[in-house]
């Protein structure tokens, strides 16, 4: 069995294709650098860049060697051979996979030793590398059964092409979606998922070894049924399973920054503390931009850390977090005292100047209406691009008026 996986690892394609595969994985692991700062990000990007590109090289090649044997007009010796057919075609697809999983083990290497050089201790999550494991796994197997089932030399190529198009159009977050493109810290993988991906690949794998080539004679019924079934029963449970990320439980002790006067604290997920720095440089900007007219929270959570306390999403660039923060500010307009549809209308718009304002003088902007991170209707636009054109002093006396007027009748 040793002499037969040695001999396919070096008739395998893939000895040649994997070392393009392993540079299209890395360009897109480039790609996703800047999310490199926390392990959670860096994880879902080893995942990804794994099987982006692969899962299409990785099930073409499968079905091109499935087809490998009727090419050369080897059947009736494989029938020969003294070994279980099943035991034939094990080795033969454990040596297209194996190019499969040693990609998946490069290329988080890889990304674990440029990580821990870039941010410091830590390890990726060994859920997402099941991802890629399983993904990949599942690709293999399916080409490979692919190739048996047909010898049209159509096959590799269209069973590659369907894999790529998958992985583009499969809906985000479907518990059959091949891979996730970002893993904030917020999510994780869900287990009942990720059983059912291995529970599917692993039957895939069985079907690929088991069924019988269309020109093989018939197999017992059992033999063919029992495999097949698994595959329906696993692809049920795959289907009924739930999103491929679900929310994190919030941890016991996040990470917080030291209080600092009159500013609000921060607090992130633990894995989120490179952004930790950036995240309190925000709060101090909306505390400076506030000038005590904006009534501000004691503290701003990372986003799923609190339900019902004031939230941003900690991220590598400082911009967002400030428009999150400002807006986190705001009081929730339920339960206020407006008598007419027009009245609750008009208090959203004011909120809306609010956050506007604080986001634009934290940020450093002299003016909103034409900038186009902000969706504004262009009344509130033209009242915050007048108030910014004022001395400091009477845009807060201004922002005192608004903030008079959008938390009067709301509890505050």
């Known amino acids: 069995m040793k002499t037969m996986f040695g001999i396919e690892l070096r008739r395998s394609i893939m000895l040649w294709l994997l070392p393009f595969t392993l540079a299209a994985g890395a360009l897109v692991a480039w790609g996703w650098s800047e999310t490199w ?31 490998r044997d009727r090419r050369g007009g080897l059947r009736d010796q494989l029938v020969a051979i003294a070994r279980p057919a099943w035991q034939v075609e094990a080795v033969h697809l454990l040596g297209t996979m194996a190019y499969a999983w040693i990609g998946l083990l490069i290329t988080a290497l890889s990304i674990q030793l440029l990580v821990m050089a ?16 399983t993904t990949l796994t599942f690709s293999v197997a399916v080409g490979h059964l692919a190739g048996r089932l047909s010898s049209s030399r159509l096959i590799p190529p269209l069973i590659g092409a369907t894999m790529l198009v998958a992985g583009f159009i499969a809906p985000p977050n479907a518990p059959f979606d091949l891979s996730v493109v970002t893993g904030p810290a917020k999510l994780e993988l869900n287990p009942s998922v990720l059983a059912a991906r291995s529970a599917f690949a692993a039957a895939c794998v069985v079907l690929a070894i088991t069924i019988p080539r269309t020109s093989a004679p018939s197999r017992p019924t059992k033999q063919v049924a029992v495999p097949l079934l698994a595959g329906v029963i696993t692809l049920g449970w795959l289907t009924v399973s739930g999103p491929l990320q679900v929310p994190r439980a919030p941890v016991a002790r996040p990470l917080c920054a030291e209080p600092a006067a009159g500013v609000p604290r921060v607090c992130v997920w633990p894995e989120n503390r490179a952004y930790l720095n950036d995240a309190t440089r925000a709060a101090r900007l909306i505390a400076s931009a506030a000038g005590g007219a904006v009534p501000l929270p004691d503290t701003y959570y990372d986003e799923g850390l609190s339900e019902d306390k004031p939230t941003f999403t900690a991220l590598s660039t400082i911009n967002p977090m400030i428009a999150d923060m400002a807006i986190a500010t705001m009081p929730s307009f339920r339960g206020c005292r407006d008598k007419s549809e027009a009245d609750a209308e008009e208090r959203a718009t004011i909120g809306g100047e609010i956050w506007v304002w604080m986001t634009a003088r934290a940020s450093g902007l002299k003016s909103v209406t034409n900038d186009s991170s902000f969706l504004l209707p262009a009344e509130v636009g033209r009242d915050v691009d007048a108030a910014l054109a004022k001395p400091h002093d009477k845009q807060l006396a201004w922002v005192k008026r608004q903030v008079a007027r959008t938390w009067e009748g709301c509890g505050a």
């Open 37 to 67: 700062l926390v392990w959670p990000e860096a994880s879902a990007t080893t995942s990804f860049a794994a099987t982006r590109f692969s899962v299409a090289v990785l099930a073409g090649v499968a079905a091109w060697s499935a087809q």
């Open 118 to 133: 870039k941010i410091g201790p830590g390890f990726l999550w060994p859920s997402y590398l099941l991802l890629g494991l």
